[in-house]
């Protein structure tokens, strides 16, 4: 089983919208409804943004949205803000309840 | 507040086993059907899922680490453990324990694998 795929890098500028895309298996992403997403600051542990594809927890501002399509994650980022500058983890679980990360995305707002 | 605090050796030889522990405040480790989990970092890499333990006691784990990773939970005193055995090099990393998917996370504590 190998990590899911992510861009290695995306770009916006401030106030614009990106999106960030996660891409797996039948075995993990489309298969079940268990994607999350992770935010990661230099230096820092990682914070969770979203959880079962789409749930957002408690104190996570609502720009930050998720969605699946087939084998396909995706994280979208609105009204992208400098703070937001940052590396962004997805993962998944697969039928044998096994998780795994994506290599992940290092998002520069320029 | 949930917090979640990583302990245990910051230097480990190869051959020998990893041992660390994450102590939980603030929630008592036995409540609910929730999970524990540890996951690693190497330095300037992606994160790396260990495995969990739920509080049923039920426990899975990344098949990648061939069997060497074994997580334990300790509820008398709030804690659960990470052992991984016959550690070599490529286990340096920041280790981290985690609740539930990541609500709450340890600030993460620094394994190095050296002689």
């Known amino acids: 089983q190998s990590a899911l795929t992510q861009t290695a890098s995306v770009s916006g500028s401030p106030g614009q919208s990106i999106t960030i895309s996660c891409t797996g298996t039948?075995?993990?992403?489309?298969?079940?409804?268990?994607v999350s997403w992770y935010q990661q600051h230099p230096g820092k542990a990682p914070k969770l943004l979203i959880y079962?594809?789409?749930y957002r927890p408690s104190g996570v501002p609502d720009r930050f949205s998720g969605s699946k399509s087939g084998n396909t994650a995706s994280l979208t980022i609105s009204g992208l803000q400098a703070e937001d500058e940052s590396d962004y983890y997805c993962s998944a679980y697969t039928g044998s309840s096994t998780k795994f990360f994506g290599g992940g995305t290092k998002l520069s707002v320029l | 507040q949930v917090q979640l605090q990583e302990s245990g050796p910051g230097l480990v030889k190869p051959s020998q086993t990893l041992s660390l522990t994450c102590t939980v405040s603030g929630f008592s480790i036995s409540s609910g059907s929730h999970h524990w989990s540890w996951v690693r970092q190497p330095a300037g890499k992606g994160l790396e899922w260990i495995g969990r333990?739920?509080?049923?006691?039920?426990?899975n784990y990344n098949p990648s680490l061939k069997s060497r990773a074994t997580i334990s939970i300790d509820t008398s005193n709030n804690q659960f453990s990470l052992e991984l055995s016959s550690v070599i090099a490529a286990d340096t990393a920041v280790y981290y324990c985690?609740?539930?998917?990541?609500?709450?996370w340890g600030q993460g504590t620094l394994v190095t694998v050296s002689s």
């Open positions: 333990i739920f509080t049923s006691g039920i426990t």
């Open positions: 039948s075995s993990d992403v489309g298969g079940y409804n268990y």
């Open positions: 985690i609740f539930s998917e990541g609500d709450y």
């Open positions: 079962n594809v789409s």
